[in-house]
């Protein structure tokens, strides 16, 4: 969605902000605060404090009205903030969406009985058409509704969906046969069959999700806010037997209980894990959005989170390792003959040839030996195409035949002419598959001339990136459908740490099945019909949105952008995710240790002076160690929001030391951040005269 989305910077955007805002108001329904437990607690918190400050007015004191009001609006902007924290991650959601839903609309769509009857249409609304009818579209029309190709190809525009603004080829078989709906076709025409029911497409799915309207909390998370609400559990009952004690000191001492209920209410609020329960639904929500960012619509949270704990991946040699185009590096002759004969030989046969190898056999034999300008219609030739039964392709220039193909089939064609297959070439052959290439034999006349070696190129920078994976813990797997020889060639050059040669469905699925007993994560991307059983059974599965519905139907990612290199960028933003969640947890708590000292010897000073040691502060006061430390409270919040939408700055190193550095950073952090902003506010509260 590069030309739907918004930038990193959309935290600033007006728009997004002014949502926000009063999305914030909008959250203070209570069902709505019910699905955060901690900050549920915060808003009855808010709810009590206000109902005590209203008492107060008709001289009722728990506290003084002006503390009681204090401490009130204080933990409603802190129930407030931790709205906005929300509302502004699913703000980036909502603003991409809105383009989503624009290519989005109700058109009519053009019902067939079958592919033999075109011309018998009936226009329905798209809203009407149900999955297996057939639908025709032409040229300059929108695709009705989700579906596969099963007669015609045509010209698709796309870029409502992906923001690639190049068109793509739809056509029937094969893994490009899937369209989605709201997609326009450009040229010629298309017969579609529906494969979703109305509010089932893809673009309905996509705009919920990147909404986070449909977005389910994920085991870890539901198993951390479990963890918080035990937390606030067991600082309820801490306050209450403070409240309690002191009630009982204070008879024994003959003296007025000095710590009110408000007081105490915001001493829970203050130890309560509120800081990370203010901001757990928003760092799961922007870790969606990163990946939406990223061109990718995840089917789940936990598909995301599955992503960072992702210590296998397995990756397609070809468009991902390599650049899917082999080249041709070299003629190898054999048995006596010259190598620019080879050449010519080999060039010849590749004129008519439009693959990205035949042409760089052609582009190969120019620069080499500068054979170049030749007149294809003066010299009458034939050229025979390349045919899967022959496994040849070749030409003939009147009583010259010439042939280019696998070593086996151009030794089984010139043995059956009467030539021979010299052990020379039998030698070449095998080098060029040790050093990983593809020998393509050439003879002419049925004698053999030599080889032309084809390369597979490695994309830069592709060792590097396995490198930095190897560091996290992640071994990497190429599968290939090449022979043992050319892949272990291949996968020694790009670096990774094992392959799969001549892989099949079944080849793939045991290997996941291997991994995944062995206690092991695997991701790994697929488009086709053939790897939808593998995809069905990898923890994490990316599908391309150019490949088939069945591939789509069993990845629990799908890549707008059909690019295999994109599951490195998935297992980023899933380890991300992951970091900063645990980064900001680690902060929260130690920000609670930390408050535990602020508040505590201040608060109860009075009725046990030994405390006054703990006061390590020096705050002014009861009223002001809790007000600064209520109000430290709400601001940390907004602070960590830009932390929490952006996410903890991505490292490649082990888990364990990542894990180690966090700890440093944010829980030594947690624990310092109090110690110097709950006295900054306390002496500022003083300066202006509020305690």
């Known amino acids: 969605m590069d030309g739907n989305t918004h930038t990193p910077n959309a935290l600033v955007d007006k728009k997004i902000l002014i949502r926000a805002v009063k999305d914030s108001f909008v959250k203070l329904h209570p069902k709505t605060q019910a699905k955060n437990p901690v900050m549920l607690l915060v808003f009855i918190s808010a709810i009590l404090t206000t109902i005590l400050w209203l008492i107060s007015l008709f001289g009722l004191k728990d506290a003084s009205s002006g503390y009681t009001l204090a401490i009130a609006v204080i933990l409603w902007f802190t129930v407030l903030f931790a709205n906005f924290a929300e509302a502004i991650a699913e703000g980036r959601g909502k603003a991409q969406a809105d383009?989503?839903?624009?290519?989005?609309?109700?058109?009519?769509?053009?019902?067939?009985?079958?592919c033999g009857q075109r011309d018998t249409v009936t226009v329905v609304p798209s809203t009407a058409l149900k999955k297996g009818d057939l639908v025709i579209v032409k040229a300059g029309e929108q695709i009705p509704a989700d579906g596969e190709v099963i007669d015609g190809a045509a010209s698709?525009?796309?870029?409502?969906?992906?923001?690639?603004?190049?068109?793509?080829?739809r056509e029937s078989g094969g893994d490009r046969s899937a369209v989605t709906g709201g997609t326009t076709v450009l040229s010629d025409w298309i017969i579609v069959q529906v494969t979703s029911e109305a509010g089932e497409s893809f673009l309905d799915k996509m705009i919920a999700m990147v909404e986070g309207a449909s977005r389910k909390k994920t085991p870890n998370e539901i198993a951390l806010q479990i963890f918080l609400v035990a937390l606030s559990i067991i600082?309820?009952?801490?306050?209450?037997?403070?409240?309690?004690?002191?009630?009982?000191?204070?008879?024994?001492?003959?003296i007025p209980n000095p710590t009110s209920v408000t007081t105490l209410v915001a001493l829970l609020v203050c130890l309560a894990p509120t800081t990370i329960g203010a901001l757990l639904s928003a760092i799961g929500i922007a870790g969606m959005s990163r990946l939406n960012r990223a061109n990718v619509l995840a089917m789940s949270g936990r598909a995301i989170e599955a992503a960072g704990d992702v210590?296998?991946?397995?990756?397609?040699?070809?468009?991902?390792?390599?650049?899917?185009?082999r080249q041709a590096c070299a003629f190898v002759p054999v048995d006596g003959a010259g190598e620019r004969e080879l050449a010519d030989a080999a060039q010849l046969s590749s004129l008519?040839?439009?693959?990205?190898?035949?042409?760089?056999v052609v582009i190969l034999a120019k620069e080499q030996f500068g054979i170049r300008q030749?007149?294809?219609?003066?010299?009458?030739?034939?050229?025979?195409?390349?045919?899967?039964?022959t496994r040849m392709s070749g030409v003939n220039d009147g009583d010259t035949q010439i042939r280019k193909g696998a070593a086996d089939s151009v030794k089984e064609y010139v043995l059956a002419h009467g030539g021979s297959y010299s052990t020379e070439c039998d030698e070449a052959v095998k080098e060029i598959s040790r050093q990983g290439g593809t020998p393509l034999v050439v003879a002419k006349n049925f004698r053999i001339l030599g080889v032309i070696h084809l390369k597979d190129i490695i994309k830069q920078?592709?060792?590097?990136?396995?490198?930095?994976?190897?560091?996290m813990g992640i071994k990497t797997i190429m599968i290939t459908g090449d022979n043992p020889l050319t892949a272990a060639s291949i996968a020694a050059e790009a670096g990774v740490d094992d392959f799969l040669a001549e892989a099949t469905p079944q080849g793939k699925l045991k290997m996941i099945r291997d991994f995944q007993s062995k206690g092991h994560l695997v991701a790994m991307t697929g488009d086709g019909t053939n790897d939808a059983p593998a995809l069905a059974q990898a923890d994490v599965a990316v599908a391309m949105n150019s490949g088939t519905q069945a591939a789509k139907e069993a990845g629990n990612m799908v890549d707008l952008d059909s690019s295999p290199t994109k599951l490195i960028d998935i297992v980023r933003i899933g380890k991300q995710l992951l970091m900063t969640r645990g980064s900001l947890t680690t902060f929260s708590i130690a920000n609670d240790v930390a408050k535990y000292f602020a508040i505590i010897p201040a608060l109860f000073m009075g009725l046990y002076p030994g405390l006054s040691a703990l006061n390590i502060m020096g705050l002014h006061s009861p009223q002001s160690a809790v007000l600064s430390a209520i109000i430290y409270n709400a601001l940390i919040i907004v602070a960590l929001i830009p932390l929490a939408l952006r996410g903890v700055k991505y490292r490649e190193v082990p888990a364990g030391k990542l894990l180690s550095r966090n700890l440093l950073i944010y829980g030594l952090g947690g624990l310092a951040a109090p110690f110097v902003f709950v006295k900054l506010i306390d002496m500022l509260l003083v300066f202006f005269g509020v305690a």
């Not at 383009?99 to 079958?114: E, G, M």
């Not at 698709?156 to 080829?169: H, L, M």
């Not at 600082?235 to 024994?252: C, D, E, G, K, R």
């Not at 920078?461 to 560091?471: M, T």
Request: charged share 25%; glycine share 6%; aromatic share 6%.
């Open 156 to 169: 698709v525009d796309e870029s409502a969906i992906t923001g690639e603004s190049a068109p793509v080829i």
């Open 461 to 471: 920078g592709v060792r590097e990136k396995f490198a930095d994976l190897r560091k």
């Open 99 to 114: 383009s989503l839903r624009a290519a989005k609309k109700d058109v009519a769509a053009h019902q067939i009985p079958s």
């Open 311 to 325: 210590d296998i991946l397995m990756l397609d040699k070809t468009g991902t390792i390599t650049l899917g185009n």
């Open 235 to 254: 600082f309820i009952l801490v306050t209450l037997s403070l409240y309690t004690y002191s009630m009982f000191s204070a008879n024994q001492a003959g």
């Open 352 to 360: 008519a040839d439009e693959t990205p190898e035949g042409r760089s």
């Open 374 to 389: 030749r007149n294809l219609e003066e010299n009458h030739l034939t050229f025979i195409p390349f045919s899967a039964k």
